[in-house]
């Protein structure tokens, strides 16, 4: 599978796991392409790397502070913010 969808979050705490529930939503009320993955990520980290290693594609659900009114939502590209740190898992 090329692209994969990724919740992330924490159910018991503040963003009560607001990625969880979105891919969960997700899974539920769409169907998608045998190449689209669709992953509960939790609370794993790290743990998560072999799930998302070799992707073309991946996009991130998480609760992140943008500072704006609650339900804002945002989007960061990692090629467009400085501020975001650079991962590979690819081996150089």
Do not use: C, W
């Not at 969808?5 to 159910?11: P, Q």
């Not at 607001?18 to 997700?26: I, K, L, P, S, T």
């Not at 539920?28 to 939790?42: A, K, L, M």
């Not at 009114?69 to 991962?87: Q, W």
């Amino acid at each position: 599978m090329k692209t994969a969808l990724l919740g992330i979050g924490n159910i018991l705490l503040k963003d009560e796991g607001v990625g969880v529930h979105v891919v969960n939503a997700m899974k539920e009320s769409y169907t998608f392409s045998p190449e689209v993955e669709i992953i509960d990520g939790g609370t794993l980290g790290l743990d998560l790397l072999p799930f998302v290693e070799g992707r073309e594609r991946l996009l991130i659900i998480d609760a992140v502070n943008f500072g704006k009114a609650p339900g804002y939502i945002g989007v960061l590209e990692n090629e467009k913010d400085p501020h975001i740190p650079r991962m590979s898992t690819s081996q150089e």
